[in-house]
């Protein structure tokens, strides 16, 4: 295992585009404006483009300098139109964007995702198991005044260390195995990533499953309230720890307001 690595898990979402933001983030205004019925805001869509290597306008691949082997991001035909196809070979990085999502009037966070399997020695108890089969990391933009100090030193060195705008808090959905879908637990590695397992084992693998989470619901859970603005959102899987391959597929996500 790579402990250089994994001193700060939330580095594999750390390095968000540094450019486009506020770009983004005014198409994602403009596109919900537009929408009939509640208010949604689509991330840069999968299923419009063509499959193949190039990835839309938007997403980014983040990788880590301390981990050799990267995953695989391209898009995949299905029948509603193309997914993202993550290939992680005992390998680790994630396709990131960067956006602002007032999660007060659209907290509801929807996606499909499929896996080929369940990834064995993944358990969110232990650093040895922080490998996932897929992941879904959500973070915000939380301000540091609402840190403990010692939590605020922290962040400071480690975004001096990496160059990056760290989140200071952040959730992670998984499809895990160690635990049964609806647990949740800190990351092994830093008590600012909240994990909650979505689905398990690998009774499903192989089908798509449709999530629906309510992001401000789980982060007021996780690190209380007032609940921040969403300011990325990151895809992975992780298989570098355990030394397992998996494959994992993802739909077009957005935000929506509840009904």
Known sequence: MN???????????????????????SVFSARAAESPGPLRIDLPRFSTNLPGKRLPAGWAH?????????NS?????????????????RSASSLAVSLRVDAAATPLLRWRWWVSHALAGSDLRRKAGDDYAA????LFDLPLDRLSLGDRMKISAARLLHSAE?????????????????????????????????????????QWREVRRDVAADFRDAFGAPV????????????????????????DLWFEARR
Not at 62 to 70: A, D, F
Not at 135 to 138: A, E, H, Q, T
Not at 178 to 200: C, F, H, K, P
């Open 228 to 251: 921040p603005p969403v300011s990325g959102v990151a895809l992975a899987a992780d298989t570098d720890n355990t030394g397992g391959t998996v494959e994992a597929r993802f739909s």
């Open 166 to 206: 760290l989140p200071a808090a952040a959730l992670c959905y998984v499809w895990g195995t160690a635990q049964v879908a609806g647990e949740t637990g800190w990351n092994a590695y830093t008590d600012r990533l909240r994990m909650i397992v979505v689905d398990s084992g690998n009774a499903h693998a192989g």
């Open 73 to 89: 991001f391209d898009l995949l035909a299905e029948d509603d139109g193309s997914v993202l196809r993550v290939t992680s070979d």
């Open 62 to 70: 983040q990788t880590l300098p301390s981990v050799e082997r990267r």
């Open 3 to 25: 402990t250089n690595r994994r001193r700060m898990s939330l580095a594999l979402v750390a390095v968000l585009p540094a450019v486009g933001t506020a770009g983004v983030a």
């Open 135 to 138: 992941r879904v990391y959500v």
